[in-house]
């Protein structure tokens, strides 16, 4: 993934529009990076756990076909540097859009190393519920401090987070590695 301007922070979470050469790979299929976003508290759960924050990074093929990649936020104490450089850009008021000057790897926000991750196919949890996509959750967590998710409910207050939904039928299948490059 390469560097990208960030613009459009808007609604009521951080959410960016991403340019660039930033993508995905699913069985040889590319999938550019659009926007990511974050919600306050996490939509999913790991094993019955939920974590204070989850960052949903939202891709598309050329043909229109959706998968998101989710990162949990697990709260620790220490700041996280990189989310930092985010965060200190947030606006006053959550429908206000900033621009962040700097550049920002996209990259910094997936969890360091290797491990598991999970997938299934699911729906977008905005209001619009796109059906038919490919979620992919990483079991490893990424960091944001308390005063991180603090600050960051100051702007935006709602937690904007849709409730566990039933698997109803869906299959969701755990790899056991990925490579991230």
């Not at 613009?7 to 529009?17: D, I, V, Y």
């Not at 990076?33 to 919600?39: E, S, T």
């Not at 206000?96 to 997936?110: A, D, I, M, T, Y």
């Not at 600050?151 to 849709?162: G, H, I, K, S, T």
């Amino acid at each position: 993934m390469n560097n990208q301007n960030l613009e459009n922070f808007e609604g009521e979470n951080l959410k960016a529009e991403v340019t660039g050469d930033n993508y995905i790979t699913i069985k040889g299929k590319r999938y550019d990076l659009l926007q990511f976003h974050f919600h306050r508290n996490s939509e999913h759960a790991l094993k019955g756990k939920k974590f204070g924050m989850e960052v949903h990074l939202v891709h598309a093929s050329w043909n229109g076909e959706l998968a998101v990649l989710g990162v949990f936020l697990e709260q620790i104490p220490r700041t996280n540097e990189q989310l930092e450089t985010l965060f200190k850009h947030l606006p006053e008021l959550p429908n206000q859009k900033v621009s962040v000057n700097q550049q920002f790897h996209p990259l910094s926000l997936l969890p360091r190393g290797s491990g598991s991750y999970f997938t299934y196919s699911g729906s977008l949890t905005t209001p619009t519920f796109t059906e038919n996509l490919t979620w992919i959750v990483f079991e490893s967590r990424n960091t944001v401090s308390k005063e991180q998710v603090h600050e960051y409910a100051e702007v935006f207050e709602e937690l904007n987070v849709r409730p566990l939904q039933p698997i109803s039928g869906r299959t969701v299948w755990e790899a056991k590695d990925y490579r991230i490059r």
